[in-house]
């Protein structure tokens, strides 16, 4: 199946907080992952994302299956510190990834996948020597997912009181 990457404008997130909305009601029903994404992103701060980062799309014809979200900037609401001293390059450029996500019956087929593939490619676009990511640490599927990928759990970190393990990859 072919796909299509749309940076999103802010006028056009809430087909991306959509996915998200249903993310977070699938990991709760099927999966007791009760806090994940819930409550939803505010679409105030999404509309902000789209305007100061770069929020995605992933279609598959007409339709949104997909979504995730990128910037060059570390996120803020961990400890700086702490953060950045996990790196292998703490100092290089690297590309931070946050809410990837698909839609549940679309998952499973390749596009978490492509997603990360397109991520890597902008990140190189973007003069990155790496690719980081957290995923919340009782999602064991999905850590799994960016391991297989060939990211490298660097650390656990906590926010809130939640566990979020920190991935990177080194991009050649």
């Known amino acids: 199946m072919a796909y299509t990457l749309v940076k999103v404008t802010p006028d056009e997130v809430e087909e991306v907080q959509e996915i998200l909305k249903r993310c977070s009601q699938h990991l709760k029903s099927n999966f007791d992952l009760g806090r994940y994404w819930d409550p ?11 305007e100061e980062k770069a929020v995605y799309a992933v279609r598959s014809g007409r339709l ?36 990837l996500a698909v839609l549940p019956e679309y ?27 957290d995923a919340y640490e009782k999602y064991a ?25 920190c991935f990177e990859k080194q991009l050649a």
């Open 141 to 165: 599927d999905l850590l799994r997912f960016y391991e297989k990928l060939g990211y490298q759990r660097k650390g656990t970190i906590y926010w809130k009181d939640m566990g979020t393990v």
């Open 107 to 133: 998952q499973g087929r390749g596009i978490g996948t492509w997603c990360m593939r397109r991520v890597e490619q902008l990140a190189r676009d973007a003069g990155c020597v790496a690719v980081r990511l």
């Open 40 to 50: 939803p992103y505010p679409i105030h701060l999404m509309r902000k994302d789209a």
């Open 64 to 99: 949104t299956v997909g979504t995730f979200t990128v910037d060059t900037r570390p996120p803020t609401w961990f400890d700086a510190e702490k953060y950045m001293a996990m790196w292998e390059k703490p100092d290089e450029k690297a590309m931070y990834v946050g809410r």
